[in-house]
């Protein structure tokens, strides 16, 4: 970075033009006068003739440089400190058996409940920055699939071993969101989130809902639940006698649960009906929960007068020296 910080001495800069606007009119002068120039015609051109208007060229320049010293030229070099404070986020996934319903569509094509949440899931990580985030699976049981961290790459490689049953056909709410809080509660930071996301009602486990949710309140825990899964029935492949068949079973949804464990935690509750609406709520809580990031810029700049001025001056000289030597004048 370049700037002058006395630029009103660059207007000085405007004298010059006149100066050298005189000297490329002027006509030459001799200094002797003869009663006729034949004898100099025959002469050969010499050098030094053109050569002594580079006198002029370098007095303006030097004059040039000293204005620009005048009006303190500087550079600068900018460094800019970015100060990111991260939120620690836990995703709580439902693994259980009900997330096989078939009632979410990708590209038209119609999938289990689990296979969009992963790709919605997948997308959220990808648009986070300067976040520690970790993942917890639950069915009858809860464990932690990847503790907090900050290389998204093997988060989201974890993210995609994850299929339904691994933990279990039940769903043990409680004990996921008890989980997730163990996993968070001691990390250094002051916004910490977990985003529970679940198709079913607490039938499993050995703490209750509300009890995590008080557990999540205490450490400062805010927690978002997101509740899936079509209104009214839902379509299932099963194997039977005849092949594989669909059949219907109704929603078994606990949405009360879910929106007290929220309001307790100072949290908010969304239900998605579809993918659009799934990936919809995970926007909007990434929205919601950005990273704080303050930025500082700081610019150090170093005088660049005193080159200036010896470049200047050092014209001045050369100029002075060659017009009583080389280029002397016979008075």
């Known amino acids: 970075m370049f ?5 009103g001495w660059l207007l000085l800069g405007l004298l010059l033009a006149p100066i050298l606007y005189r000297y490329a009119r002027r006509k030459g002068s ?6 006729s120039l034949e004898l100099f015609g025959r002469l050969p051109p010499q050098t030094s003739v053109g050569l002594r208007h580079g006198l002029m060229v370098l007095r303006a320049t030097g004059i ?19 100060l990111s404070e991260g939120v620690d986020i836990v995703l709580c996934l439902d693994t259980s058996g009900s997330m096989q319903a078939l009632d979410f569509e990708i590209d038209g094509r119609r999938v289990d409940r689990l296979a969009v949440v992963k790709k919605v899931v997948l ?3 990808q648009k986070r920055k300067n976040d520690r985030i970790g993942m917890v699976v639950f069915g009858e049981q809860a464990f932690t699939q990847c503790p907090l961290t900050l290389d998204y790459g093997v988060l989201m490689s974890f993210l995609d071993r994850v299929h339904i049953g691994m933990a279990g056909d039940a769903t043990a709410i409680g004990s996921a969101l008890a989980t997730s809080v163990k996993r968070i509660k001691d990390v250094p930071g002051k916004s910490k989130v977990v985003i529970l996301l679940t198709d079913g009602r607490n039938n499993a486990g050995r703490i209750s809902p509300q009890t995590a949710a008080e557990l999540a309140k205490t450490f400062g825990v805010k927690v978002h639940t997101i509740g899936v899964g079509q209104e009214g ?4 492949l099963v194997d039977t006698l005849f092949g594989k068949r669909y059949v219907y079973q109704k929603a078994d949804l606990d949405e009360d649960t879910l929106r007290k464990i929220a309001d307790t935690t100072g949290g ?8 659009a609406s799934l990936e919809k709520i995970y926007d909007q809580i990434d929205q919601m ?17 005193p080159r200036f001025v010896l470049a200047g001056l050092l014209l001045l ?10 280029f002397a004048k016979i008075p």
């Open 3 to 7: 700037r002058f910080e006395d630029p």
């Open 30 to 35: 001799a200094a002797l006068r003869f009663p």
């Open 64 to 82: 040039g440089l000293i204005i620009l010293a005048l009006a303190r030229p500087q550079a600068g070099q900018k460094e800019t400190e970015v």
């Open 123 to 125: 997308e959220f990580i």
């Open 233 to 236: 029935e839902s379509p299932f």
């Open 268 to 275: 908010m509750y969304f239900r998605a009906t579809d993918t």
């Open 289 to 305: 929960e950005k990273s704080k990031v303050e930025v500082k810029e700081y610019t150090e700049y170093e005088e660049l007068f």
């Open 317 to 326: 000289l050369a100029e002075f020296l060659l017009a009583q030597t080389w």
